[in-house]
């Protein structure tokens, strides 16, 4: 250490990085100032720095170092580092500069004199040198000579350092601290430690590593970057686990001997909003009495959040509208739930109280918890009656010890407090007599009377009602009773006369009963109405004694609508509850003989097969009377004293009691078709009715006839006969011609030819339908003169009757056979001309006959029904005898008749009589000749 003043007026020098406290140098003595004035002169360093490197003492004047002093870091890499002072006296003012060297303490400077030689400068390593610290030191020699003035010399010096693996990684912080949220997401960068090692090459390269005390857990949930440093999120962080991580980094160079450090990286975690509040009853008391006075405690309740800070600050509020309120405990996060203003059962008896607990995070989390409070009840209402006052009205004649009517009397509270007992006030004097007769259940209140009471008296008595809570509470009403009449007789209806049976030809008006009515009460309950309520021919005349009625007929009757009639008598007294009492009487309407016998049909028609059994019965006919008694027995009789049809009611004769008709002979369709008669019904009232019926009667067909042939016909009446025929005829030669005539009609009178018996089959054919014979081919050499032909003619009866013609053809020659005919045709016009004449008369007459009941059947029905169709066709394949099925259009003037298996579609050939039909081939046999 030295002074010079060549820039200062002091200057000293000292080695870096010395002591904290080490003296620089004694200013005062080396400025030649005494100590003693050094503190009243204020003797100071003056500068900037709030730091300052030195500091001096005022009361020696020494100057020492106040901290470390770091050349590199005041002079950065400069070659001198001098420190420049200035110091300050007061009274008077005086300045002197200081200059303080930061010398190099790694080297060391020697001077060897070697006399003439002259100095030789050697420079010595004091210390160590460390690259890190600096790669080159500068050094300045300076020489300097003793003259005066000095002259000097200098010369730079240039100390490259060379690096070997002396220093460990060194971290860029002393320590080291992250915040972490939690539940940061896998791959979250929390931070980056940073560590440099001050060597070169592989010496100065540094990965990063987990200390070798780090546990397994710890490395489950973060990991680090080996080249960069980066510590991560690797698992899942959860604040409520562990809010704190310390974890050790290890930070390694790459040199041939690694050198390692470590840092403790410490970890914050930072709580998230991700826990609710937790709501816990520690105690409740389920039931509070009403009459709890503000401020009772109802319940205790704890509140936890496990999240921190802000997150976990919880506040706690009742959400209803409830006259409860939270206070909080002494002890954190307790409350309690007590009464905030007074309660009433009878209003509300319970209370769902919603607590709401909410934390303070920015996203708040809240939960809630729902207690039910029973108000327990406390005896704080007296009973009410339901009617202020009572008034009660009671019938006479009540019924000694039955309920005259009740009171009742409610209560707000409930259990033993709400039960209400009712008395009777006996303590007064007035009503007491009246009282002693009265009985109240205490239960419900029903108040019954031990007598009979008399009408229009008015009594008052009180009734008190109590409950039954531990302190009672009464109540007192006024009840007024009034007697009042009762309408409590009905009418009374007495028949004092009464026809049972009155005729049904009585005029309107006829009395039929007297009645009198009585009402044993007063006033309007005895007044009396009287009526019929059935709607019956019958009405109530008032008679001129009160209270006395006739029962007369309002209208005409007949009995034989109706007979009997119930006729209910009603009467109804004025009462406001009126009493209503009825007699009902039976009126028999007696028979008169007003009705005639009916038919049950007119007129009657009736089919009658031919040749019936004589004496047998036909048919019958029936009429009814609407009367009774002997006014209904009905007897017939035929009318005999028209004499159209004399002859045929002469062989009839009726069962005057049942109306069957027998025939005292046989009919013959073939000589009377139809007839009609008259049958009179007769009643046996006084005087007798009658009624009489048209009966007509249609006689049916029967096949009783057999074909009767008109040719041929021989000279002794035999049906043979002789034809001549040439044999050089041709095929379809017509030979003759059989003719015949069957009397019944309809299929019994349609004719079939059929050959019998033949000689030669292949020479003849005979047309089934018309009875001609012609031949089949013409005659040969072989064939025989003379051939026989036997012809079968039948009717189509259900038996058919049937009459054979023989038929003698003789063949000759053409000369012959016209000489035969010339004689031939002059006798056989003598035969024809008279069976013609014969025949025609006997067609006319059974054409007239035919058309007359025609007529008479087409006049009978007009006057009856024009639907002749749905009368007589009842079947479209009706099956029946001839007269059953009659059918007549007006359009085209055709008439059918349809007989015995006959079809609808058959029609009368014109001409034939009515004996012979035109129809379809439907009888074809196998037996007929072709």
Same mark, same amino acid.
């Given at each position: 250490?030295?002074?010079?003043?060549?820039?200062?007026?002091?200057?000293?020098?000292?080695?870096?990085?010395?002591?904290?406290?080490?003296?620089?140098?004694?200013?005062?003595?080396?400025?030649?100032?005494?100590?003693?004035?050094?503190?009243?002169?204020?003797?100071?360093?003056?500068?900037?720095?709030?730091?300052?490197?030195?500091?001096?003492?005022?009361?020696?004047?020494?100057?020492?170092?106040?901290?470390?002093?770091?050349?590199?870091?005041?002079?950065?890499?400069?070659?001198?580092?001098?420190?420049?002072?200035? =110091?300050? $006296?007061?009274?008077? /003012?005086?300045?002197?500069? @200081?200059?303080?060297?930061?010398? +190099?303490?790694?080297? *060391? &400077?020697?001077?060897?004199?070697?006399?003439?030689?002259?100095?030789?400068?050697?420079?010595?390593?004091?210390?160590?040198?460390?690259?890190?610290?600096?790669?080159?030191?500068?050094?300045?020699?300076?020489?300097?000579?003793?003259?005066?003035?000095?002259?000097?010399?200098?010369?730079?010096?240039?100390?490259?350092?060379?690096?070997?693996?002396?220093?460990?990684?060194?971290?860029?912080?002393?320590?080291?601290?992250?915040?972490?949220?939690?539940?940061?997401?896998?791959?979250?960068?929390?931070?980056?430690?940073?560590? =440099?090692? $001050?060597?070169?090459? /592989?010496?100065?390269?540094? @990965?990063?590593?987990?200390?070798? +005390?780090?546990?397994? *857990? &710890?490395?489950?949930?973060?990991?680090?970057?080996?080249?960069?440093?980066?510590?991560?999120?690797?698992?899942?962080?959860?604040?409520?686990?562990?809010?704190?991580?310390?974890?050790?980094?290890?930070?390694?160079?790459?040199?041939?001997?690694?050198?390692?450090?470590?840092?403790?990286?410490?970890?914050?975690?930072?709580?998230?909003?991700?826990?609710?509040?937790?709501?816990?009853?520690?105690?409740?008391?389920?039931?509070?009495?009403?009459?709890?006075?503000?401020?009772?405690?109802?319940?205790?309740?704890?509140?936890?959040?496990?999240?921190?800070?802000?997150?976990?600050?919880?506040?706690?509020?009742?959400?209803?509208?409830?006259?409860?309120?939270?206070?909080?405990?002494?002890?954190?996060?307790?409350?309690?739930?007590?009464?905030?203003?007074?309660?009433?059962?009878?209003?509300?008896?319970?209370?769902?109280?919603?607590?709401?607990?909410?934390?303070?995070?920015?996203?708040?989390?809240?939960?809630?918890?729902?207690?039910?409070?029973?108000?327990?009840?406390?005896?704080?209402?007296?009973?009410?009656?339901?009617?202020?006052?009572?008034?009660?009205?009671?019938?006479?004649?009540?019924?000694?010890?039955?309920?005259?009517?009740?009171?009742?009397?409610?209560?707000?509270?409930?259990?033993?407090?709400?039960?209400?007992?009712?008395?009777?006030?006996?303590?007064?004097?007035?009503?007491?007599?009246?009282?002693?007769?009265?009985?109240?259940?205490?239960?419900?209140?029903?108040?019954?009377?031990?007598?009979?009471?008399?009408?229009?008296?008015?009594?008052?008595?009180?009734?008190?009602?109590?409950?039954?809570?531990?302190?009672?509470?009464?109540?007192?009403?006024?009840?007024?009773?009034?007697?009042?009449?009762?309408?409590?007789?009905?009418?009374?209806?007495?028949?004092?006369?009464?026809?049972?049976?009155?005729?049904?030809?009585?005029?309107?008006?006829?009395?039929?009963?007297?009645?009198?009515?009585?009402?044993?009460?007063?006033?309007?309950?005895?007044?009396?109405?009287?009526?019929?309520?059935?709607?019956?021919?019958?009405?109530?005349?008032?008679?001129?004694?009160?209270?006395?009625?006739?029962?007369?007929?309002?209208?005409?009757?007949?009995?034989?609508?109706?007979?009997?009639?119930?006729?209910?008598?009603?009467?109804?007294?004025?009462?406001?509850?009126?009493?209503?009492?009825?007699?009902?009487?039976?009126?028999?309407?007696?028979?008169?003989?007003?009705?005639?016998?009916?038919?049950?049909?007119?007129?009657?028609?009736?089919?009658?097969?031919?040749?019936?059994?004589?004496?047998?019965?036909?048919?019958?006919?029936?009429?009814?009377?609407?009367?009774?008694?002997?006014?209904?027995?009905?007897?017939?009789?035929?009318?005999?004293?028209?004499?159209?049809?004399?002859?045929?009611?002469?062989?009839?004769?009726?069962?005057?009691?049942?109306?069957?008709?027998?025939?005292?002979?046989?009919?013959?369709?073939?000589?009377?078709?139809?007839?009609?008669?008259?049958?009179?019904?007769?009643?046996?009232?006084?005087?007798?009715?009658?009624?009489?019926?048209?009966?007509?009667?249609?006689?049916?067909?029967?096949?009783?006839?057999?074909?009767?042939?008109?040719?041929?016909?021989?000279?002794?009446?035999?049906?043979?006969?002789?034809?001549?025929?040439?044999?050089?005829?041709?095929?379809?030669?017509?030979?003759?011609?059989?003719?015949?005539?069957?009397?019944?009609?309809?299929?019994?009178?349609?004719?079939?030819?059929?050959?019998?018996?033949?000689?030669?089959?292949?020479?003849?054919?005979?047309?089934?339908?018309?009875?001609?014979?012609?031949?089949?081919?013409?005659?040969?050499?072989?064939?025989?003169?003379?051939?026989?032909?036997?012809?079968?003619?039948?009717?189509?009866?259900?038996?058919?009757?049937?009459?054979?013609?023989?038929?003698?053809?003789?063949?000759?020659?053409?000369?012959?056979?016209?000489?035969?005919?010339?004689?031939?045709?002059?006798?056989?016009?003598?035969?024809?001309?008279?069976?013609?004449?014969?025949?025609?008369?006997?067609?006319?007459?059974?054409?007239?006959?035919?058309?007359?009941?025609?007529?008479?059947?087409?006049?009978?029905?007009?006057?009856?029904?024009?639907?002749?169709?749905?009368?007589?066709?009842?079947?479209?394949?009706?099956?029946?005898?001839?007269?059953?099925?009659?059918?007549?259009?007006?359009?085209?003037?055709?008439?059918?008749?349809?007989?015995?298996?006959?079809?609808?579609?058959?029609?009368?050939?014109?001409?034939?009589?009515?004996?012979?039909?035109?129809?379809?081939?439907?009888?074809?046999?196998?037996?007929?000749?072709?």
């Amino acid at each position: 250490m030295f002074c010079s003043g060549a820039s200062a007026q002091l200057r000293y020098s000292i080695a870096e990085e010395v002591k904290e406290g080490s003296v620089v140098g004694n200013i005062a003595k080396d400025l030649g100032i005494d100590k003693a004035s050094l503190h009243a002169r204020d003797y100071r360093i003056v500068g900037s720095s709030t730091e300052p490197l030195f500091h001096l003492n005022k009361e020696d004047g020494i100057l020492y170092v106040s901290r470390k002093v770091d050349r590199e870091e005041i002079c950065e890499r400069s070659n001198a580092c001098v420190i420049n002072l200035k =110091t300050v $006296l007061q009274n008077p /003012l005086e300045i002197h500069y @200081v200059a303080i060297e930061v010398q +190099n303490e790694h080297f *060391r &400077l020697e001077v060897k004199d070697r006399g003439t030689d002259g100095k030789i400068p050697l420079l010595y390593l004091h210390k160590p040198l460390d690259k890190e610290t600096s790669r080159s030191h500068r050094l300045m020699l300076t020489a300097v000579d003793g003259g005066k003035p000095a002259k000097s010399g200098s010369m730079a010096i240039l100390v490259n350092v060379l690096d070997v693996n002396d220093n460990m990684p060194v971290f860029a912080k002393d320590s080291y601290s992250a915040m972490l949220k939690e539940n940061s997401p896998i791959g979250t960068t929390i931070m980056q430690v940073n560590a =440099t090692d $001050l060597d070169d090459g /592989l010496n100065g390269e540094v @990965v990063y590593s987990f200390g070798d +005390n780090v546990n397994n *857990r &710890l490395r489950k949930l973060f990991e680090v970057d080996p080249n960069t440093g980066t510590i991560i999120v690797k698992g899942q962080i959860d604040f409520e686990v562990k809010d704190r991580y310390e974890i050790d980094i290890k930070a390694s160079d790459k040199g041939p001997v690694p050198l390692e450090t470590e840092k403790s990286v410490v970890i914050t975690i930072v709580d998230l909003n991700d826990n609710a509040p937790d709501i816990e009853v520690t105690s409740f008391s389920k039931a509070i009495p009403e009459d709890a006075k503000p401020g009772t405690t109802v319940a205790l309740i704890s509140v936890q959040d496990r999240d921190s800070g802000v997150n976990g600050k919880v506040i706690c509020y009742i959400s209803e509208d409830v006259p409860f309120t939270l206070t909080p405990s002494l002890q954190d996060n307790m409350y309690s739930i007590v009464t905030k203003s007074l309660l009433d059962r009878e209003q509300q008896s319970t209370y769902d109280v919603t607590i709401i607990a909410k934390d303070g995070g920015e996203q708040p989390l809240s939960s809630q918890r729902t207690i039910s409070v029973s108000v327990s009840d406390v005896n704080d209402n007296s009973p009410e009656f339901s009617t202020s006052p009572y008034t009660f009205y009671v019938v006479e004649n009540n019924v000694a010890g039955a309920s005259l009517f009740s009171v009742s009397a409610h209560d707000c509270d409930e259990a033993d407090n709400a039960l209400i007992s009712y008395n009777i006030v006996r303590n007064g004097d007035e009503h007491k007599s009246f009282t002693s007769f009265l009985n109240i259940n205490s239960e419900n209140g029903v108040i019954t009377a031990l007598k009979n009471f008399e009408a229009n008296d008015r009594y008052e008595i009180d009734i008190k009602a109590s409950d039954k809570g531990p302190v009672p509470l009464e109540t007192e009403k006024t009840v007024v009773i009034t007697i009042v009449d009762l309408n409590d007789n009905a009418p009374d209806i007495e028949v004092t006369s009464f026809s049972k049976a009155i005729p049904e030809d009585s005029k309107p008006g006829t009395t039929v009963a007297l009645i009198s009515v009585q009402d044993r009460d007063s006033g309007v309950n005895g007044k009396v109405i009287c009526y019929i309520s059935e709607d019956v021919p019958f009405t109530l005349t008032p008679s001129l004694q009160d209270n006395m009625y006739s029962i007369v007929t309002k209208s005409l009757l007949d009995r034989e609508q109706q007979s009997t009639y119930d006729v209910t008598i009603i009467a109804k007294d004025g009462g406001e509850q009126p009493l209503s009492s009825q007699r009902t009487i039976s009126v028999s309407v007696s028979d008169v003989n007003d009705n005639s016998p009916e038919f049950s049909t007119s007129p009657y028609t009736f089919y009658v097969v031919e040749n019936n059994v004589a004496g047998a019965s036909l048919f019958s006919v029936s009429a009814h009377d609407c009367d009774e008694a002997d006014n209904a027995l009905i007897s017939y009789n035929i009318v005999r004293n028209g004499d159209e049809h004399k002859s045929f009611t002469s062989f009839l004769n009726i069962n005057s009691e049942n109306g069957v008709i027998t025939a005292l002979k046989s009919f013959d369709f073939e000589t009377v078709k139809t007839f009609q008669f008259q049958v009179v019904a007769t009643d046996s009232g006084t005087p007798s009715l009658s009624s009489n019926v048209t009966v007509n009667v249609f006689i049916l067909d029967q096949n009783d006839n057999a074909p009767v042939i008109l040719y041929p016909v021989s000279s002794n009446g035999s049906a043979e006969g002789v034809e001549e025929i040439p044999r050089n005829v041709n095929a379809a030669h017509l030979v003759t011609k059989v003719r015949a005539y069957d009397a019944d009609i309809g299929y019994n009178g349609w004719l079939l030819f059929s050959l019998q018996e033949v000689t030669e089959h292949s020479l003849f054919a005979l047309d089934r339908y018309t009875g001609q014979i012609r031949t089949l081919r013409s005659f040969t050499e072989t064939d025989e003169a003379e051939q026989k032909l036997v012809i079968l003619v039948k009717d189509n009866g259900n038996v058919s009757l049937s009459a054979t013609a023989t038929v003698i053809v003789k063949v000759v020659e053409p000369k012959e056979a016209f000489a035969a005919s010339d004689v031939k045709s002059a006798t056989n016009d003598d035969e024809e001309s008279n069976v013609t004449f014969y025949l025609m008369i006997t067609l006319a007459s059974v054409s007239a006959l035919f058309l007359i009941s025609i007529i008479v059947l087409i006049a009978m029905q007009c006057s009856k029904s024009t639907d002749y169709t749905s009368k007589y066709l009842q079947e479209t394949n009706y099956d029946g005898t001839l007269c059953h099925s009659i059918q007549y259009r007006s359009g085209d003037k055709r008439y059918m008749l349809v007989g015995p298996r006959m079809s609808i579609g058959s029609t009368i050939v014109p001409g034939s009589h009515a004996n012979t039909l035109v129809l379809p081939d439907r009888r074809r046999t196998s037996t007929e000749v072709r």
